[in-house]
DNA sequence: ATTATTTGGTAGTAATACTACATAAAATAG
DNA sequence: CTATTTTATGTAGTATTACTACCAAATAAT
């Protein structure tokens, strides 16, 4: 049933984006428009077809016009996109960071940024090449992440939520260790590799090293980079490629999120496979827990 | 009728989440359409209200009535905030995973429940206590980084973001070290100390030491705990509490996404006072890279 | 320079959302 | 248990609103 819920809601994409890209190919009042969204979205958001043409001082109809240029429908549709991609925050274009930010734009601007690229990457995944992710580590003997930098933090992240129902996994940070370890994995066994550039050469080499043993190799990494070539499976996990600044945070979120799916999906496979599905799963959810007492006051 | 007591409640919140809570209190047939809302949201989004009347087989005003029920104007307000929401994703109720899920409902659900719980973390951060927790950092002369689990991996990833322009710092894992560090600390030292629990023994034992010694205390917790009553700062970052299942993952995320704020915040402050804003910037995001050949291809 | 072609505005139309009113149902009091 | 008030729902009407067909101006091409 929800397939097509999906697919609506992901082409979609984020209007303002749509807008900021085809300005150049819009003609100048229907540029003023644009402008004027741009400016002050939310305006625009709460303004009827009316209101909307004389902030942009141009005439109803061309407002009209400006809105089936980008792809909507109508004026309606529009509003309804914009509001859609308000929600997420305001425009990469406008979080750009300055230092007379106070505190509460900051967070806006932050938290809107990374839900913007959230959206960026769940739009973008391949789902299918995720499937066959899952279903390799599904029936993996043992699971081993790699990763340097931020993306062994995305690593050491993945072995701690996935104890799954006994199969050992484990998680290397040191360059050595790494490839000490992939020589020792062998058919049954599947190795994933975090890498954001995709281009590390350490990286590119513990997946040979790995393949070579017999061993399936899992690649995520934020630009289809050689890393990829090397695996058996490629995930692309696309973030907004706007700014510098931004990038190494996000993929690291974006990389996060994709091991939760990962981990619910195998959680939820392996238990579908041995029927002790909610015993197995709390078990699961508890070695993510930190413990302590419950009220020591 | 309470809607005031719902809208104080969750300002500008989740329209669905609203609508729900609402629902006892509504009449009955302004239930039906609160219902035929929460069943089918994209479908009464892109309908005029003569046709949502006619789904939630009622008359047009009785609509309308519901609008302003749950704090609306109209029925076309509704409709916008409606589109809002849904842009995060379907609601915390409807995305309960189950194994007969598809790849593709598996990632639409769970990057949903993250968006939709960032929005949520970002409603109700307390700015002003994060305004605190820059102004220290900005004046430290060392930082040190602490949590266990999920929390240290947090810890790690504040660690690996903070080289500030020349100031310390570090981040330990292991207790017995945690507490050595912490026995360490002194005046002019900042303590950051991430529990989502905000219940951990150990950690609440690390405040007070570096407390003794005269260094501050920065708490980050995920639930209003004791931790917090042992810190300078309290930095409570609340993610939807709804269901056992999702909640260590996004208070983890909700807390990176933190330190993103916190560590940019204290860049572009510590940048402004020196003046060499850019420079630094770039040298702190270099660190931030992993290497590797531009193109090894 | 004159004709096409593109771009912008005017006026009209159909639909949409909202309001005032009236009736039906429920609750309360006598 | 009826009578009366109060509450809840639907009907009919109105004012807006979005959209369309048409025309005029500007621009480009021949």
């Given at each position: 049933?929800?397939?097509?819920?999906?697919?609506?809601?992901?082409?979609?994409?984020?209007?303002?984006?749509?807008?900021?890209q085809?300005?150049?190919?819009?003609?100048?009042?229907?540029?003023?428009?644009?402008?004027?969204?741009?400016?002050?979205?939310?305006?625009?958001?709460?303004?009827?077809?009316?209101?909307?043409?004389?902030?942009?001082?141009?005439?109803?109809?061309?407002?009209?016009r400006f809105?089936?240029?980008?792809?909507?429908t109508?004026?309606?549709?529009?509003?309804?996109?914009?509001?859609?991609s308000?929600a997420?925050?305001?425009?990469?274009?406008?979080?750009?960071?300055?230092?007379?930010?106070?505190?509460?734009?900051?967070?806006?601007?932050?938290?809107?940024?990374?839900?913007?690229?959230?959206?960026?990457?769940?739009?973008?995944?391949?789902?299918?090449?995720?499937?066959?992710?899952?279903?390799?580590?599904?029936?993996?003997?043992?699971?081993?992440?790699?990763?340097?930098?931020?993306?062994?933090?995305?690593?050491?992240?993945?072995?701690?939520?996935?104890?799954?129902?006994?199969?050992?996994?484990?998680?290397?940070?040191d360059?050595?260790?790494?490839?000490?370890?992939?020589?020792?994995?062998?058919?049954?066994?599947?190795?994933?590799?975090?890498?954001?550039?995709?281009?590390?050469?350490?990286?590119?080499?513990?997946?040979?090293?790995?393949?070579?043993?017999?061993?399936?190799?899992?690649?995520?990494?934020?630009?289809?980079?050689?890393?990829?070539?090397?695996?058996?499976?490629?995930?692309?996990?696309?973030?907004l490629?706007?700014?510098?600044?931004?990038?190494?945070?996000?993929?690291?979120?974006?990389?996060?999120?994709?091991v939760?799916?990962?981990?619910?999906?195998?959680?939820?496979?392996?238990?579908?496979?041995?029927g002790?599905?909610?015993?197995?799963m709390?078990?699961?959810?508890?070695?993510?827990?930190?413990?302590g007492?419950?009220?020591?006051?």
């Amino acid at each position: 049933m929800a397939y097509e819920d999906i697919m609506a809601r992901a082409p979609g994409q984020n209007i303002l984006e749509i807008v900021r890209q085809a300005l150049p190919n819009l003609r100048k009042s229907e540029r003023k428009v644009a402008n004027r969204v741009l400016e002050d979205p939310d305006r625009i958001l709460n303004a009827a077809l009316a209101e909307a043409a004389a902030l942009s001082e141009v005439s109803e109809p061309t407002v009209i016009r400006f809105c089936v240029a980008i792809g909507c429908t109508g004026f309606q549709e529009f509003k309804l996109r914009l509001a859609r991609s308000l929600a997420l925050g305001t425009t990469a274009t406008h979080s750009v960071l300055t230092k007379e930010d106070t505190t509460a734009e900051l967070v806006e601007k932050i938290f809107g940024y990374t839900m913007t690229s959230l959206d960026w990457a769940r739009s973008h995944l391949d789902t299918e090449a995720l499937g066959r992710a899952i279903a390799l580590l599904s029936e993996a003997r043992s699971i081993e992440f790699f990763g340097l930098g931020a993306s062994g933090i995305v690593a050491l992240d993945a072995q701690q939520k996935f104890p799954l129902f006994g199969v050992p996994c484990g998680a290397q940070s040191d360059t050595h260790q790494q490839l000490m370890t992939a020589s020792m994995m062998q058919a049954g066994d599947v190795a994933v590799i975090f890498s954001n550039t995709g281009h590390t050469i350490a990286m590119i080499e513990v997946a040979e090293v790995a393949r070579n043993g017999g061993a399936k190799v899992i690649g995520v990494s934020g630009a289809s980079a050689p890393l990829l070539d090397h695996c058996d499976v490629a995930i692309l996990v696309e973030t907004l490629d706007n700014t510098d600044i931004y990038t190494p945070t996000i993929s690291r979120i974006a990389a996060l999120v994709v091991v939760d799916i990962l981990c619910s999906a195998v959680g939820l496979r392996r238990d579908a496979e041995h029927g002790h599905r909610f015993e197995n799963m709390k078990q699961l959810l508890r070695n993510q827990r930190i413990y302590g007492p419950k009220k020591p006051v």
